[in-house]
């Protein structure tokens, strides 16, 4: 979440009254995030969150909004869209917009989550994940390999000193991804983007999971090394966390053994994306105090810390 197009109130009460809602009486601007650009706004219908789509068009729009749906109708906790306009229908700036019910919970900083927060998040990825399997509509991901080879072609045309080794380390990483032989891997619907901010608790109980720009096809495995990758390292890997993280996850849907057999490379993969899009999402486009900084060297350190560990230790750390 965060700002990139500029919203007035007359927009918003365009927006809120096209929903069959009153005029918007306030705005309030959301600073986090990297991908679409959100408000509060505020009148006589209460608080909600109002969405500007920065990289969807109405396609994508109308999958997430099935997706959410067909989600929502299986028990998964989720953000409430307000019904009333069509994908696309009412737009700023030319892009489409969209209205949800705020979502009750807390957003967790790290030192406050515990094993049993893992737990709670594990047991929901796996319900995501078995209620996608019926979910019609097909979608490739943003961030496969090709399109992060890409970024970090893009990152090395700015000619940033800083950037060379990094980009040069995933650079190579990704050959030796390429490299190695594909596994039949699970694949369904996946978030892609599981990260703390996406979640918000009740106790330890989760009252939605935000953000879905980012779902879409995808490798099962993929999205559970994400949230351990995102949820369980502070200065190092948290295996307690970690554990806990698996083993609710396995609870509803059980690792197949060539899922076991793939976890490092699936987790270095996921290390190089992260840190390729903070390099070209955050780093190259510097601070202007408009959103939240993620720093591309967080991710960096992951994946050094995942190497040091190898297949085999990853493997007994989590297993």
């Known amino acids: 979440m965060a700002v990139y197009t500029s919203i007035s109130l007359a927009d918003a009460s365009r927006i809120t009254q096209a929903h069959g809602l009153g005029a918007a009486t306030a ?23 109002l969405r500007v789509y920065e990289e969807q068009e109405a396609q994508g729009v109308e999958y997430e909004w099935a997706l959410l749906d067909h989600l929502d109708a299986r028990g998964i906790p989720l953000p409430r869209r307000v019904r009333g306009t069509q994908p696309g229908e009412v737009r700023v700036a030319g892009k489409p917009t969209a209205l949800f019910e705020v979502v009750g919970g807390e957003e967790l900083c790290f030192r406050l989550v515990e094993p049993r927060h893992l737990a709670s998040v594990g047991d929901v990825l796996a319900r995501i994940h078995l209620a996608g399997r019926d979910f019609p509509w097909r979608r490739a991901g943003r961030f496969q390999r090709k399109n992060i080879a890409e970024r970090l072609d893009d990152a090395a045309r700015a000619n940033r000193p800083e950037l060379e080794a990094p980009i040069h380390e995933l650079r190579a990483t990704l050959a030796r991804l390429e490299a190695t032989p594909e596994r039949p891997l699970p694949r369904g619907v996946i978030h892609g983007d599981l990260f703390r901010d996406n979640v918000r608790f009740e106790g330890t109980e989760i009252a939605a999971v935000l953000d879905w720009e980012s779902a879409s096809d995808g490798v099962l495995l993929y999205d559970l090394v994400v949230v351990f990758l995102a949820w369980c390292y502070g200065d190092d890997l948290d295996f307690e966390r970690g554990r806990a993280l698996f083993d609710a996850y396995q ?4 690792l197949e053994a060539v899922e076991w057999e793939a976890l490092f490379d699936v987790a270095v993969e996921a290390a190089v994306r992260f840190s390729a899009t903070r390099i070209t999402d955050f780093h190259l486009r510097g601070d202007d105090g408009s959103r939240v900084m993620k720093d591309y060297r967080r991710f960096l350190a992951r994946l050094a810390a995942l190497e040091a560990l190898g297949p085999e230790g990853l493997r007994s750390k989590l297993g």
């Open 251 to 254: 609870a509803v849907r059980p």
């Open 27 to 49: 705005l309030m601007p959301i600073a986090a995030g990297s991908v679409n650009t959100n408000y509060f706004v505020h009148g006589p219908f209460g608080k909600l969150f």
